[in-house]
């Protein structure tokens, strides 16, 4: 499952529900669509602080997390991933 950082606010916290292992993709794209909507119209609610997305799983109990700037870091995480069968993997991807 790939999710941008909004809709994984939104959604994000029925993962230690899940019952199938994803491995979802969070990026910084949302920023760029809060600097746009800043330019629509203003206001604090368009100031969201980013999220620490690979430490949600210490927070669920549940689930392990990734941080990934690399390709290589990307396939380490995806490796360890498919090793990780107890519960979901969250990869916190980012540019």
């Known amino acids: 499952m ?3 950082d909004g809709a ?3 959604t994000g916290w029925n993962f230690p529900r899940a019952r199938v ?3 979802p993709h969070c990026d910084r ?12 119209q203003d206001g604090a609610y368009n ?17 392990r997390g990734f941080v ?8 380490t995480a995806l ?4 090793k990780w069968t107890k ?8 540019a």
């Open 21 to 23: 292992r994803a491995e």
């Open 68 to 75: 990934v700037r690399t390709e290589t870091e990307l396939d």
């Open 87 to 94: 519960s979901f993997c969250l990869l916190d991807v980012t």
């Open 47 to 63: 100031d969201v602080r980013l999220w620490h997305y690979s430490r949600l799983p210490e927070i669920f109990g549940a689930g």
């Open 2 to 4: 790939l999710v941008g």
């Open 79 to 82: 490796e360890e991933s498919k």
């Open 29 to 40: 794209a949302q920023q760029f669509w809060l600097r746009t909507e800043r330019q629509i």
């Open 8 to 10: 994984f606010q939104m």
